[in-house]
């Protein structure tokens, strides 16, 4: 809060630390860019941190789609025995299940050791624009407001705040003030997984199995493989009769799901996804902040009823709440190219593809209401790099949540692994511009086939899957 | 970026949302004001949801010193089932042991029961001054936009004075503020501790453990760790003076540390938070501005988790549980108040008639020179006076909080969160004081005897205790 601007300047800037940021910014600094990391928080993560699945690292059959910086950051964490595994939920999709905790050391050592800077507690608030170029931001923090230009900015901040700030175009929710609900993951420890499977063997009309046609196995062969898994992975269904009957008589907040994820290597902790608060334009931060109330309420509530009427959950004791509210849908910049609904849902390939999404179409409603289409044959679809460029912005990329997708496709593409692919992308493409130091680099003009041969160099899956 | 600047106008303003801020704003509104509630982060609590026992709430006598805000927060942490109690060390210090998870549910709940209007993840950015030298507001910056804050009082709950900065107070800037080198808190959390067998090796091998500096805990240091057994917690403070660390630190099994705290966090999770104290590779300024952290200190989170299972029994089953996010500041500038507290006052438990706030913890001052310890005069406690909450060179602008008007010795007592939330406490009574119609504009008009009336009878502890 002075006066004064100090300036620093980078090859590249990437704003926002969640799993877009953290692969944009790693494949960036490791590909010789100086690269910094800019996020409003005090720490790097976004989502990783909160107990949810990584979806779309695997498509439906099983074949993993996303490599690179995930199998680097993975690999930490299993170092750190953080790693819980990855595993079908005989419902329609893979999830790779880790553990937020850690994961905090394993995201801050793979930044660490691919050197990438960090500024964190520090807000973009200005964009400076010049023609069609991004010259800089001005970021906010306790030292005062700092210029930081560069030659390339990548927006992951989830919401294409930096993209907008530019000028970029983009759509909101369905447009009419419709949006995926914001959630408050928390997690339970002290959980009896023999229990809690043993409840589902005897009850399997609470859970959802076998959603996906391409399984071709029925609802009793599901439920035998999932039981031999071994894992406290259960998805309670509302249109079961334990939850529908609670929300039904006001013990349960309606709710589409209850999820159960495991978090820990032991199996004694779980992440509970389940919570959500509708229609809420999360960059509208009043009414963000607004939903706090509501979303511990439910959390509260939701803890109080597993514990009496889920099996396994007896002795389960509250262990404590995600570092931040999980938004699912804001902004959906305007690229050169824009993903659509029906290429996810027919798995269409592309020569251009950078990187792939394989998670179903998941669109979350209001109350009860959730939308589930899966990919077809269990496959995975391309996403090109026209998606990822904001149209009219030449030295920016967009990565994560933001990309430019209508809201079909962004229900699908919007999940962590496949955020992470598109980081890797842009971060990638970033420091090849920048490596023929030609004044002024433009990110649309890195050429395709040699940035797909670097991915594919580096383990990123552009190629060979369904 | 041409975001439209949009204006809106509340009684109180309380800007930072730790121990202080929730407590000045709940206070304020419960009083009639409308107040807005501004922090940067995602969850309310700062501090509080770290871990560490909550320090400077009872006397090493075992007084409560504080009431009123502090006790309705550590009833909404039990509703929470988040509430262990005082806990002595049987060294210097009585302590309250809460669940740092229920802690974060417990500040939200308070405040929105109050009808704080919260706003999170938004940012300060220049504070609005009149020719008279009041302040007018607070300008803040988040997703949204740019709002102008119109305030009749503004509180500076920000911990490092950020408001009063802007506005131009005089500060205080310690050695730490200016870059020199300061040991730094590192907090994470265990679960699964055995806390008989780590009790039964304190009383087999006590020469490990710091015990009996005060000398109303017991009669001689065999007593202070019988005592310490008997209360049957998970509290006890392993020193480098034992052969345990001081082994382990000379073999590089640990860093370099004179301590590693044990503090209880769940019963039902049998969790414990380990505090210890590492010097980090970059200097404080750059923790407390940018929150590096993670990337430096991972190392030791695992090393000194790996030493403790291996090493202390009942950790034997023991695992990394949580960490925080963000490393303890302990100081970084103090605002220059119409009073300056003082080493002195604080050694020799000074009442004043101007006492809004009680104060108690130990002098505890971490610099270049070592590490420095002092009991409160016969284990009581001291008084803090109105003007050093209230900053000098403005008229209407209250401090609470970490920076406070005190010198370098009494703001290592005064910073502890008990007396940050007695703090908040006070400053959000004399702000909701000053809004009512027809009260006075000016903070040196107020009704001192009325505010510690009114205090009072809100649960306040005042007076009547050493």
Same mark, same amino acid.
């Given at each position: 809060?002075?006066?004064?601007?100090?300036?620093?300047?980078?090859?590249?800037?990437?704003?926002?630390?969640?799993?877009?940021?953290?692969?944009?910014?790693?494949?960036?600094?490791?590909?010789?860019?100086?690269?910094?990391?800019?996020?409003?928080?005090?720490?790097?993560?976004?989502?990783?941190?909160?107990?949810?699945?990584?979806?779309?690292?695997?498509?439906? &059959?099983?074949?993993?789609?996303?490599?690179?910086?995930?199998?680097?950051?993975?690999?930490?964490?299993?170092?750190?025995?953080?790693?819980?595994?990855?595993?079908?939920?005989? &419902?329609?999709?893979?999830?790779?299940?880790?553990?937020?905790?850690?994961?905090?050391?394993?995201?801050?050592?793979?930044?660490?050791?691919?050197?990438?800077?960090?500024?964190?507690?520090?807000?973009?608030?200005?964009?400076?624009?010049?023609?069609?170029?991004?010259?800089?931001?001005?970021?906010?923090?306790?030292?005062?407001?700092?210029?930081?230009?560069?030659?390339?900015?990548?927006?992951?901040?989830?919401?294409?705040?930096?993209?907008?700030?530019?000028?970029?175009?983009?759509?909101?929710?369905?447009?009419?003030?419709?949006?995926?609900?914001?959630?408050?993951?928390?997690?339970?420890?002290?959980?009896?997984?023999?229990?809690?499977?043993?409840?589902?063997?005897?009850?399997?009309?609470?859970?959802?199995?076998?959603?996906?046609?391409?399984?071709?196995?029925?609802?009793?062969?599901?439920?035998?493989?999932?039981?031999?898994?071994?894992?406290?992975?259960?998805?309670?269904?509302?249109?079961?009769?334990?939850?529908?009957?609670?929300?039904?008589?006001?013990?349960?907040?309606?709710?589409?799901?209850?999820?159960?994820?495991?978090?820990?290597?032991?199996?004694?902790? $779980?992440?509970?996804?389940?919570?959500?608060?509708?229609?809420?334009?999360?960059?509208? =931060?009043?009414?963000?902040? /607004?939903?706090?109330?509501?979303?511990?309420?439910?959390?509260?509530?939701?803890?109080?009823?597993?514990?009496?009427?889920?099996?396994?959950?007896?002795?389960?004791?509250?262990?404590?709440?995600?570092?931040?509210?999980?938004?699912?849908?804001?902004?959906?910049?305007?690229?050169?190219?824009?993903?659509?609904?029906?290429?996810?849902?027919?798995?269409?390939?592309?020569?251009?593809?950078?990187?792939?999404?394989?998670?179903?179409?998941?669109?979350?409603?209001?109350?009860?209401?959730?939308?589930?289409?899966?990919?077809?044959?269990?496959?995975?679809?391309?996403?090109?790099?026209?998606?990822?460029?904001?149209?009219?912005?030449?030295? #920016?990329?967009?990565?994560? &949540?933001?990309?430019?997708?209508?809201?079909?496709?962004?229900?699908?593409?919007?999940?962590?692994? !496949?955020?992470?692919?598109?980081?890797?992308?842009?971060?990638? /493409?970033?420091?090849?511009?920048?490596?023929?130091?030609?004044?002024?680099?433009?990110?649309?003009?890195?050429?395709?086939?040699?940035?797909?041969?670097?991915?594919?160099?580096?383990?990123?899956?552009?190629?060979?899957?369904? | 970026?041409?975001?439209? #600047?949009?204006?809106?106008? !509340?009684?109180?303003?309380?800007?930072?949302?730790?121990?202080?801020?929730?407590?000045?704003?709940?206070?304020?509104?419960?009083?009639?004001?409308?107040?807005?509630?501004?922090?940067?982060?995602?969850?309310?609590?700062?501090?509080?949801?770290?871990?560490?026992?909550?320090?400077?709430?009872?006397?090493?006598?075992?007084?409560?010193?504080?009431?009123?805000?502090?006790?309705?927060?550590?009833?909404?942490?039990?509703?929470?089932?988040?509430?262990?109690?005082?806990?002595?060390?049987?060294?210097?210090?009585?302590?309250?042991?809460?669940?740092?998870?229920?802690?974060?549910?417990?500040?939200?709940?308070?405040?929105?029961?109050?009808?704080?209007?919260?706003?999170?993840?938004?940012? =300060?950015?220049?504070?609005?001054?009149?020719?008279?030298?009041?302040?007018?507001?607070?300008?803040?910056?988040?997703?949204?936009?740019?709002?102008?804050?119109?305030?009749?009082?503004?509180?500076?709950?920000?911990?490092?004075?950020?408001?009063?900065?802007?506005?131009?107070?005089?500060? %205080?800037?310690?050695?730490?503020?200016?870059?020199?080198?300061?040991?730094?808190?590192?907090?994470?959390?265990?679960?699964?501790?055995?806390?008989?067998?780590?009790?039964?090796?304190?009383?087999?091998?006590?020469?490990?453990?710091?015990? %009996?500096?005060?000398?109303?805990?017991?009669?001689?240091?065999?007593?202070?760790?019988?005592?310490?057994?008997?209360?049957?917690?998970?509290? $006890?403070?392993?020193?480098?003076?034992?052969?345990?660390? &001081?082994?382990?630190?000379?073999?590089?099994?640990?860093?370099?540390?004179?301590?590693?705290?044990?503090?209880?966090?769940?019963?039902?999770?049998?969790?414990?938070?380990?505090?210890?104290?590492?010097?980090?590779?970059?200097?404080?300024?750059?923790?407390?501005?940018?929150?590096?952290?993670?990337?430096?200190?991972?190392?030791?989170?695992? %090393?000194?988790?790996?030493?403790?299972?291996?090493?202390?029994?009942?950790?034997?089953?023991?695992?990394?549980?949580?960490?925080?996010?963000?490393?303890?500041?302990?100081?970084?500038?103090?605002?220059?108040?119409?009073?300056?507290?003082?080493?002195?006052?604080?050694?020799?438990?000074?009442?004043?008639?101007?006492?809004?706030?009680?104060?108690?913890?130990?002098?505890?001052?971490?610099?270049?020179?070592?590490?420095?310890?002092?009991?409160?005069?016969?284990?009581?406690?001291?008084?803090?006076?109105?003007?050093?909450?209230?900053?000098?060179?403005?008229?209407?602008?209250?401090?609470?909080?970490?920076?406070?008007?005190?010198?370098?010795?009494?703001?290592?007592?005064?910073?502890?969160?008990?007396?940050? #939330?007695?703090?908040?406490?006070?400053?959000?009574?004399?702000?909701?004081?000053?809004?009512?119609?027809?009260?006075?504009?000016?903070?040196?008009?107020?009704?001192?005897?009325?505010?510690?009336?009114?205090?009072?009878?809100?649960?306040?502890?005042?007076?009547?205790?050493?």
């Amino acid at each position: 809060m002075s006066n004064s601007l100090s300036h620093r300047h980078h090859d590249v800037v990437v704003i926002g630390g969640g799993s877009a940021g953290i692969a944009a910014a790693s494949a960036a600094a490791s590909n010789g860019a100086d690269t910094l990391l800019v996020d409003a928080g005090p720490m790097v993560g976004g989502e990783l941190l909160s107990g949810i699945p990584i979806d779309g690292c695997l498509n439906t &059959r099983g074949e993993w789609i996303v490599g690179g910086f995930l199998n680097s950051l993975l690999d930490d964490l299993k170092k750190m025995g953080g790693f819980v595994g990855a595993f079908f939920d005989w &419902r329609t999709i893979w999830v790779v299940c880790v553990d937020p905790e850690r994961m905090k050391l394993a995201v801050a050592h793979r930044l660490r050791e691919d050197g990438a800077k960090l500024l964190l507690n520090s807000f973009v608030d200005e964009v400076v624009t010049d023609g069609d170029r991004v010259t800089g931001i001005v970021v906010l923090n306790k030292s005062g407001r700092t210029l930081i230009t560069a030659d390339i900015f990548l927006d992951c901040s989830g919401d294409g705040d930096v993209a907008a700030g530019a000028g970029a175009d983009y759509q909101r929710g369905d447009g009419k003030g419709v949006f995926q609900p914001v959630s408050m993951v928390f997690r339970m420890a002290g959980v009896d997984t023999g229990r809690l499977l043993d409840f589902a063997r005897d009850h399997p009309d609470n859970l959802a199995l076998g959603e996906n046609e391409w399984l071709n196995k029925s609802r009793e062969e599901c439920l035998r493989e999932l039981i031999a898994l071994g894992y406290p992975k259960v998805f309670l269904k509302a249109d079961g009769p334990l939850m529908s009957k609670s929300i039904a008589e006001g013990e349960l907040y309606p709710t589409a799901l209850l999820a159960v994820i495991p978090v820990s290597a032991d199996l004694r902790v $779980v992440a509970i996804n389940s919570t959500r608060v509708a229609n809420v334009d999360a960059t509208d =931060t009043g009414a963000l902040s /607004a939903t706090m109330p509501s979303l511990i309420d439910q959390v509260w509530n939701c803890q109080s009823f597993v514990q009496k009427r889920v099996p396994g959950f007896e002795e389960a004791a509250f262990a404590g709440i995600a570092p931040r509210i999980g938004i699912r849908e804001t902004r959906r910049i305007v690229g050169e190219e824009t993903l659509q609904g029906d290429d996810v849902l027919n798995a269409v390939k592309r020569d251009d593809g950078v990187a792939k999404g394989g998670h179903h179409v998941d669109v979350h409603g209001d109350g009860t209401d959730q939308l589930r289409r899966p990919v077809r044959d269990g496959g995975s679809y391309d996403i090109p790099l026209g998606c990822l460029l904001p149209k009219g912005i030449e030295n #920016m990329g967009v990565a994560g &949540r933001c990309l430019s997708a209508d809201r079909v496709a962004h229900g699908s593409a919007r999940v962590m692994g !496949t955020c992470i692919a598109m980081g890797q992308a842009v971060g990638t /493409a970033a420091a090849m511009v920048c490596e023929s130091n030609v004044p002024k680099p433009v990110l649309g003009d890195v050429p395709l086939p040699a940035l797909r041969d670097r991915l594919v160099s580096q383990g990123a899956i552009l190629d060979g899957t369904h | 970026m041409n975001w439209q #600047m949009t204006e809106t106008e !509340t009684d109180v303003l309380v800007v930072g949302g730790g121990a202080a801020g929730i407590a000045a704003a709940t206070t304020a509104a419960r009083n009639g004001a409308r107040t807005i509630l501004v922090n940067a982060g995602p969850i309310l609590g700062g501090e509080l949801n770290y871990g560490a026992p909550v320090d400077g709430c009872l006397t090493a006598r075992g007084e409560w010193a504080v009431g009123g805000f502090a006790r309705d927060f550590f009833a909404a942490c039990e509703k929470y089932d988040g509430y262990i109690g005082p806990v002595c060390d049987y060294r210097a210090l009585n302590l309250v042991c809460i669940d740092p998870e229920a802690a974060k549910l417990a500040a939200i709940d308070l405040v929105s029961r109050a009808d704080v209007q919260v706003l999170m993840y938004t940012f =300060t950015d220049q504070a609005v001054v009149d020719d008279d030298g009041r302040i007018q507001g607070v300008v803040v910056r988040n997703k949204r936009g740019r709002t102008f804050i119109r305030a009749k009082t503004v509180i500076d709950a920000t911990d490092d004075g950020d408001i009063a900065v802007a506005m131009g107070c005089e500060m %205080m800037v310690s050695d730490a503020a200016n870059g020199s080198a300061q040991s730094e808190s590192l907090l994470f959390r265990m679960s699964g501790v055995d806390t008989g067998r780590l009790l039964d090796f304190v009383k087999s091998a006590p020469e490990n453990f710091g015990a %009996m500096e005060y000398p109303g805990f017991a009669e001689d240091a065999a007593a202070a760790i019988a005592g310490l057994v008997k209360q049957g917690q998970p509290k $006890v403070l392993l020193t480098s003076d034992g052969p345990l660390l &001081r082994d382990a630190v000379a073999d590089g099994r640990m860093y370099p540390t004179s301590w590693v705290a044990v503090s209880p966090t769940s019963t039902a999770r049998r969790e414990v938070s380990i505090h210890t104290t590492v010097v980090p590779d970059v200097d404080a300024t750059e923790i407390a501005r940018e929150g590096v952290a993670f990337d430096s200190l991972h190392e030791q989170i695992s %090393m000194c988790a790996d030493f403790l299972q291996r090493s202390l029994p009942g950790f034997e089953e023991a695992g990394l549980s949580a960490i925080d996010p963000f490393v303890g500041i302990r100081e970084t500038r103090q605002v220059v108040g119409d009073y300056v507290l003082t080493g002195a006052d604080v050694l020799s438990g000074k009442k004043s008639e101007d006492g809004v706030a009680k104060g108690c913890h130990e002098l505890d001052v971490h610099d270049t020179a070592g590490h420095r310890r002092e009991n409160v005069k016969d284990g009581g406690s001291y008084d803090i006076p109105f003007g050093c909450l209230v900053a000098r060179d403005a008229r209407n602008l209250l401090v609470a909080g970490r920076s406070l008007s005190a010198d370098r010795e009494a703001h290592s007592t005064a910073r502890a969160m008990g007396s940050c #939330m007695a703090m908040g406490q006070a400053a959000g009574t004399a702000a909701a004081m000053l809004s009512e119609p027809g009260s006075v504009s000016d903070l040196r008009g107020i009704n001192l005897a009325g505010l510690r009336t009114l205090l009072k009878e809100q649960g306040a502890v005042l007076d009547g205790i050493s």
